[in-house]
């Protein structure tokens, strides 16, 4: 049996830190762009699993990134779960 691999976003600023934590959490291949599409693809096809996403504070992230930045990620990790039995994503606000 695998062990999850798991990235806690939370108090997220910006997009790099978003890219820099799912990098650090999966191991990211080092061709990876550094952009939705390469991110989509990396998640979808090139990192092992099982893995998990946390989003702690995605409501609050959209108003520092924007919610269009937000929904855009959400949209691929939401795919990307559809597509993956081993990839999970829990969203939730900090209480």
């Known amino acids: 049996m695998s062990i999850t691999k798991v990235c806690v976003l939370d108090n997220i600023h910006s ?3 978003v890219y820099d934590r799912l990098e650090e959490a999966f191991s990211l291949p080092e061709y990876f ?14 990192v092992e699993g099982p ?8 409501q609050q ?13 959400l949209n691929i990790f939401e795919d990307i779960q559809m597509e ?3 990839f999970k994503l829990v969203l939730g606000e900090r209480k």
């Open 15 to 17: 997009v790099a830190q």
């Open 33 to 46: 762009g550094r952009n939705f599409d390469a991110l989509y693809d990396c998640l979808s096809a090139d």
């Open 51 to 58: 893995m998990e996403i946390r989003w702690v504070d995605y």
């Open 61 to 73: 992230a959209a108003c520092r990134l924007g919610e269009d930045v937000v929904d855009t990620l």
């Open 84 to 86: 993956r039995e081993d």
